[in-house]
Nanobody
Framework: QVQLVESGGGLVQPGGSLRLSCAASGTIFRLNPMGWYRQAPGKQRELVATITYGGSTNYADSVKGRFTISRVNAKNMVYLQMNSLKPEDTAVYYC?????????WGQGTQVTVSS
């Protein structure tokens, strides 16, 4: 069993930045890949970014160039640096991880971009 806990969400003005963190704990051997998803009110959950154990990344077109996903395997941590935030980035952001065919989700952290 793997537990994921997100932190770092909050209220930020358009153009601002936030850094989300996700800490994994439990029975961890290799989490691959890890990622961030988000869900806005009235919308389906969408992929934001993923990162493999080796550090290869993928981004949704809507965040490319603004968001950066990273991980520190030795600490079982994954991060999402969000810059140039827009109101449309407002959503609950979820940490996601896979291990040996199992999928795990965090509880989510709210990100609100508003002036």
């Amino acid at each position: 069993q793997v537990q994921l806990v997100e932190s770092g969400g909050g209220l930020v003005q358009p153009g601002g930045s936030l850094r989300l963190s996700c800490a994994a704990s439990g029975t961890i051997f290799r989490l691959n890949p890890m990622g961030w998803y988000r869900q806005a009110p009235g919308k389906q959950r969408e992929l934001v970014a993923t990162i493999t154990y080796g550090g290869s990344t993928n981004y949704a077109d809507s965040v490319k160039g603004r968001f950066t996903i990273s991980r520190v395997n030795a600490k079982n941590m994954v991060y999402l640096q969000m810059n140039s935030l827009k109101p449309e980035d407002t959503a609950v952001y979820y940490c996601n991880a896979h291990q040996y065919g199992n999928e795990y989700w965090g509880q989510g952290t709210q990100v609100t971009v508003s002036s």
